[in-house]
């Protein structure tokens, strides 16, 4: 073989279904239609990028293969990539299924049916289901994906998502490809697009992102490829050609030509057509050679002009008026754009010699009938609604003259009938609204148009336009004539009239807004049920069933802001009426504060003083009661100095500035802004005690702190009293479940617990080693072998008193003994590290069992054991639900991640605890974003092991508190290390 690759492609030869020989398969080339998998056997020439696709296909959700018009997409996608996943590609155990689609001016209805055949319901439930229902189609896949199957979702041509889909069904569906575009167990993505339409595919709003990473460019096919695509069918039907010129020839004619495959397979289809047998006796096994002449390709005009040669015949078949009528056809199955449109029978056959073209233009292969799927259907005559039309290929557009000719001579002319359409479109979606109407203007550039080639509902919108404009007219004539009489009727008859109406117009629009008001009001009442049930079902570990309620959850939020939003409407256009209606004004104030208190319930901030801002243009005395102050009292035993910490989120860099108040003792019904809080205790002989506490608008808070004895809390522990927090995340719905796995935002209680101020050290570490047998000791010492860009590290005893750690992160390993330090490269500071109060890592969540298990019995730590990853994110974060230990900014010096030496490999890698005072969390605890994930047991799902914190190897996303990493507890890895937590002493 000359090359690995060739090897490669012979091998899937092999592997190919082949065809039978001796039974009859028809033409073996597609013409102008694509390749699918019925035609798998006789695909040839793309195994390599078949294999591409699919090794994409298995680590990522998403691949767009895009190229030029005619390089080959969709057939690579539908005989190649589509069926090697249903045959088990991906290797990955699951039953794959394929939907295969084309968005066409519908691509919702589209995709509903092709649901609806799986889970056989009705098309209209899951349409209402993906249009008013958020993750809709996430659900879908995971409820199909649950018995071992995955779905595969085709989608051919994304371009017409740009050049024929109607706006809202193109932006809901990008929605959902975008959607689909993120991780979902048990579903792929594979797209086509042309190339030329990249750019502006990538601007929509957020798919473009998903699609730059996930492009597949799909080269012209080699010439190697070309031969294939020649010789394979023609082999697996007994046929061959008559000279390797005539091949050689056909190669090079494709290979220069643009668009040229289908071309080429056009003209085989031809030749094929016309091959001749071998021989004129029938051989013993009754299968017949052919061979395919060179004089067969000159009479068909060669590689360049087969497709015109044929398109020209299959007109010249036809009656004048119907070449006439194919024309107009064929014109409109053409995009302004230069794409393929997709039309219905009764949009193009509007007369029978219209009837007569389309069905000779289906019979000569130009034009593709297909049914409500996109395969091609059988029956040009049938008048079912489900059926459309579209031109065969592109290749048409650039290869056959006549038909470039005529579009180029009717752009004007085909451009305003496609505004035309768009307008009767709109005007019957606006209830035909006159708003909706031409004017003079754009009714001048009708007359480009011939009313026997509208539609009927286009002809009624012109007649209305033209109504419309003589009436204007007429207006117009009888005001100039009549408008000093107009103006007196108006000055007498407005005095009489005005007030009367504006008030009653008012009041209709107060009605309006209350009706609204109560309808949230319930609503919300409703929710804040369902939020309790979604909440106490996380609280029990029934993540699944938590997932579900919330989803509903999130319904009845958006029906809430829908119906405020409707009474804020309905009151501004009351205070438009009359803006000295000073019931209108309260209620618009009253309609700021409920967004306000929705708005706060809902997780998202709030300032209460530019709400009351806004309030106190309209109603001061309510703005002033919104402003109601929460009062906090704290209670110590013993009796302790008690000082109070604010944490001030005015500052335009999100970080937050202690602001102390004064205070000494006890704090009595103390009034203060609602905001974030830290109580801070200290008495002689007991322990400094903290507590974070959110106080909200109107609230009386009572927080008494029991100060344990100095001597019970371990040196370099701290006390987290019993208490409430904010636990999980406020962010984006998909951000939340797929990248940080955790539940929505809410109050979660914990008991008193110990924590470790720092990650535990090498030092530490070392310490437990030591005191172990050597059996055991060599079994929990850090040791992971260098794996890809996950690092090694490895601690290993050096005679019998020294210990040498080893760790490389990328592709420098550095060495140190006990009496050494690191010195790393490329770093502008914190160039030479202690190793030994590094944190360590390379440690399994069982080696942390053993360690805590140590503490505890040894007295080190009484009651020491691993974290929970609630209270782990309650020392961390407090009270206030904010991103990291310090706010909800991380500059690169705050804690040690991956931009905190400027994304330098060498400079990667852990740092000393307590390295990074810019990230402190409220407790005083360091290092709880970056440095090193800590193990924690989870409170979700029972027995599962969590990472928390992030690394020096990861981006800011990974450093946030909320985050979490399951992990298996046998796994070891070069940025994984633990922090001690232990139960106070009774």
């Not at 056997?41 to 680590?59: K, N, P, Q, W």
């Not at 535990?760 to 080693?769: G, M, R």
């Not at 605890?913 to 990230?919: R, Y």
């Not at 605890?925 to 092991?945: F, K, P």
């Amino acid at each position: 073989m000359p090359s690995a690759e060739e090897l490669l492609d012979a091998l899937e030869q092999l592997r190919r279904p082949q065809l039978s020989v001796g039974g009859h398969v028809g033409n073996p080339y597609r013409g102008l239609q694509s390749f699918d998998r019925k035609h798998r056997s006789l695909f040839f020439g793309r195994s390599s990028d078949i294999r591409a696709a699919v090794e994409r296909l298995r680590s990522d959700p998403m691949v767009v293969i895009t190229g030029d018009s005619g390089v080959g997409k969709s057939s690579l996608s539908a005989a190649g990539v589509v069926p090697a996943i249903c045959e088990g590609a991906l290797e990955d155990g699951r039953t794959w299924t394929a939907l295969h689609m084309k968005p066409g001016r519908r691509p919702i209805g589209v995709l509903t049916a092709q649901l609806a055949l799986l889970a056989e319901e009705s098309e209209d439930r899951i349409a209402y289901e993906l249009r008013e229902t958020p993750f809709a189609l996430t659900r879908f896949i995971r409820t199909f994906a649950k018995k071992n199957r995955g779905l595969i979702f085709y989608v051919d041509q994304l371009e017409e998502l740009i050049t024929l889909a109607a706006e809202d069904e193109a932006q809901l569906f990008t929605q959902l490809l975008t959607e689909l575009s993120g991780s979902i167990v048990g579903a792929r993505l594979l797209t086509t697009v042309r190339s030329d339409f990249l750019m502006r595919l990538a601007a929509l709003p957020g798919f473009g992102e998903e699609v730059s990473r996930a492009l597949y460019i799909l080269r012209p096919l080699s010439q190697r490829g070309i031969r294939a695509a020649i010789v394979e069918p023609a082999r697996a039907t007994s046929t061959r050609f008559a000279s390797d010129a005539m091949i050689d020839s056909l190669v090079e004619s494709t290979a220069r030509t643009q668009g040229g495959l289908p071309l080429l397979q056009f003209t085989l289809a031809e030749l094929w057509e016309a091959r001749e047998p071998v021989g004129a006796t029938v051989p013993a096994d009754g299968i017949h050679s052919y061979v395919i002449s060179e004089v067969a390709l000159d009479r068909i005009g060669g590689l360049e002009g087969a497709l015109a040669r044929h398109a020209d015949e299959v007109l010249s078949r036809m009656l004048p008026e119907e070449r006439r009528a194919a024309r107009k056809i064929l014109i409109r199955l053409v995009t302004l754009e230069g794409t393929r449109a997709v039309r219905s029978r009764e949009e193009l056959a509007q007369s029978p010699a219209a009837e007569s073209a389309l069905d000779a233009l289906v019979r000569g292969r130009l034009v593709v009938a297909r049914g409500s799927t996109t395969e091609p259907v059988s029956g040009v005559h049938s008048h079912d609604t489900s059926v459309s039309y579209e031109v065969a290929h592109e290749a048409l557009l650039s290869g056959w003259d006549n038909l470039r000719r005529w579009l180029a001579e009717e752009f004007d002319r085909r451009a305003t009938h496609e505004r035309l359409e768009r307008a009767a479109e709109n005007w019957e979606r606006l209830a035909k609204s006159r708003d909706a109407l031409w004017g003079k203007k754009q009714l001048a550039e009708a007359h480009l148009l011939d009313t026997d080639d509208l539609k009927a509902n286009e002809r009624v919108f012109l007649e209305a336009s033209h109504d419309g404009s003589r009436r204007a007219r007429n207006r117009l004539r009888a005001m100039i004539v009549g408008f000093p009489l107009l103006l007196l009727t108006l000055y007498l008859g407005f005095r009489a009239h005005a007030e009367h109406d504006v008030t009653k117009r008012a009041n209709q629009r107060l009605a309006e807004a209350h009706v609204s008001f109560d309808h949230a009001h319930d609503l919300e009442r409703q929710l804040q049920i369902v939020r309790s049930r979604a909440f106490a079902l996380f609280d029990h570990k029934k993540v699944a069933e938590g997932e579900r309620l919330w989803s509903d959850v999130l319904g009845r939020a958006a029906m809430v802001e829908r119906e405020q939003s409707n009474a804020s409407k309905s009151l501004e256009a009351a205070l438009v009426l009359d803006a000295s209606r000073q019931d209108v004004r309260h209620a618009i104030a009253q309609s700021i504060a409920d967004r306000a208190h929705f708005a706060e319930l809902e997780g998202a901030p709030v300032s209460i003083h530019d709400v009351a801002d806004r309030m106190a243009l309209y109603d001061p005395q309510l703005a002033h009661d919104l402003s109601a102050p929460a009062h906090l009292s704290v209670e110590t035993t013993p009796s302790a100095e008690v000082a109070l910490i604010r944490y001030d989120r005015t500052d335009p860099s999100g970080a937050f500035r202690p602001v102390r108040y004064a205070g000494d003792g006890t704090i009595h019904d103390l009034p203060l802004e609602p905001d974030s809080y830290l109580v801070e205790a200290r008495t002689p002989g007991r322990a400094t005690v903290r507590e974070s506490m959110l106080l909200r608008r109107g609230e009386t808070k009572l927080v008494h702190l029991d100060l344990p004895k100095a001597e019970v809390v371990p040196n370099d522990f701290v006390y987290i009293p019993a208490g409430t927090f904010l636990f999980g995340s406020a962010g984006d719905e998909s951000v939340r479940r797929e990248f940080y796995r955790t539940v929505p935002l809410h109050e979660v209680h914990t008991d008193a617990y110990l924590i470790a101020r720092h990650e535990t050290t090498f030092k530490q570490w070392i310490e437990f080693l030591n005191s172990l047998p050597a059996t055991e000791r060599a079994h929990r010492e850090p040791k992971v072998a260098s794996h890809g860009f996950h690092g090694s590290v490895s601690l290993e005893p050096i005679g019998k008193s020294d210990w040498e750690l080893r760790f490389q992160v990328t592709t420098h390993e550095y060495r140190a003994r006990l009496n050494e330090k690191i010195t790393y490269q490329s770093r502008p500071k914190r160039v030479v590290q202690d190793w030994l109060a590094m944190p360590v890592s390379g440690i399994s969540y069982e080696d942390v069992v053993a360690y805590t298990a140590w503490l505890d019995r040894t007295g080190k730590v009484p009651h020491a054991r691993a974290c929970r990853e609630d209270e782990w994110e309650r020392a961390a974060r407090g009270a206030d639900g904010r991103a990291f230990p310090h706010g909800d900014d991380l500059e690169p010096d705050d804690a040690n991640w991956d931009a905190t030496y400027d994304k330098q490999p060498l400079a990667f890698g852990p740092d000393e605890v307590g390295s990074h005072t810019g990230s402190l969390s409220p407790f005083g605890i360091h290092d709880m974003a970056g440095n090193v994930w800590e193990w924690t047991n989870s409170v979700l799902n029972e027995g599962e092991r969590i990472a928390r914190g992030g690394s020096f190897y990861f981006a800011a996303p990974s450093q946030r508190s909320a985050n979490r990493e399951p992990c298996e507890p046998t796994l070891r890895h070069a940025s994984i290390g633990v922090r001690v937590c232990a139960d106070p002493a009774r």
